[in-house]
């Protein structure tokens, strides 16, 4: 499974680049919404709430689900760098094995297992990222129902009586708002544990490659000394038998 992560990691730049595509457009969008509201809030409230139902729906259900695309694209920035810290991770991984090869097979020491926050960082990520889906879905839904609340005037919705279908939908729509704010930013936090998760993550393996070295460093100059050691008792050992012939 970690290989996976570790090949799917490589990816990252697609997924920085997707996320500030999305960002881009949906200030795009706004743009294009907030030139709409410009327009409807230039009229008449009389006018506004009787015949521009249709500008009023449009900006109401852009409204409610504009921000989660926002969000769904930082998901996507965020998960682009958490996968670039484990890159950086697998790199350190690899220059220790290759640092390490330059030793002996039987004396050299073993590497350092990673910590257990370090294995979760990718699924914390992709937690923080289901968030956004998410999150996005419900907010399109959401944004469907408002659609079909707000093509009515507002007068006809103020008079909606209790058990009416239009009612039911004013209450999904204020009820879903209530919790779907403070679950995206609920994502967002998961987001950043996860890369809070990879930088601590580095910080241990860089600790443990230290020491690792360090023992690599005191194991080459034994053995070292050994061959050194060796060498001199066979050149005395050839001496010898040279003085005996």
């Known amino acids: 499974m ?3 992560i570790g090949k799917m990691a490589r990816m990252y730049p697609l997924m920085i ?8 457009i949906a200030f795009i969008i706004g743009y294009i919404n907030s030139q709409t509201a410009a327009a409807y809030f230039a009229e008449s409230k009389l006018v506004r709430e009787t015949t521009l139902m249709a500008q009023r729906a449009s ?4 409204g409610l689900w504009l921000p989660y695309l926002k969000f769904f694209g930082l998901g996507l920035i965020l998960s682009g760098i958490v996968m670039a810290l484990r890159v950086i991770l697998d790199n350190l991984k690899d220059a220790s094995v290759v640092v ?11 590497m350092p297992k990673p910590p257990w926050y370090g294995l979760l960082m990718p699924f914390v990520m992709m937690l923080g990222l289901l968030i956004f889906t998410y999150a996005l879905v419900v907010s399109l839904g959401l944004a469907g129902t408002a659609r079909s609340v707000f093509a009515n ?7 909606a009586g209790a058990g009416s279908a239009l ?3 004013v209450q999904t729509i204020h009820s879903v708002s209530a919790w779907l704010v403070p679950f995206k930013f609920f994502g967002m936090a998961t987001m950043f544990l996860s890369i809070v998760m990879g930088l601590a993550t580095i910080v241990f393996t860089l600790s443990a490659q230290t020491e690792l070295i360090q023992k690599g460093i005191s194991i080459a100059r034994g053995v070292a000394v050994v061959d050194d050691h060796e060498h001199v008792e066979n050149v005395a050992s050839i001496e010898a038998e040279t003085a005996a012939a």
């Open 59 to 62: 900006i109401q259900s852009v």
């Open 100 to 110: 390490l090869s330059n030793l002996p097979e039987g004396k050299r020491p073993d």
């Open 17 to 24: 680049v997707m996320g500030v595509m999305i960002v881009a």
């Open 2 to 4: 970690q290989k996976i």
């Open 153 to 159: 005037p507002l007068p006809t919705i103020d008079a």
């Open 167 to 169: 009612l039911a939908q």
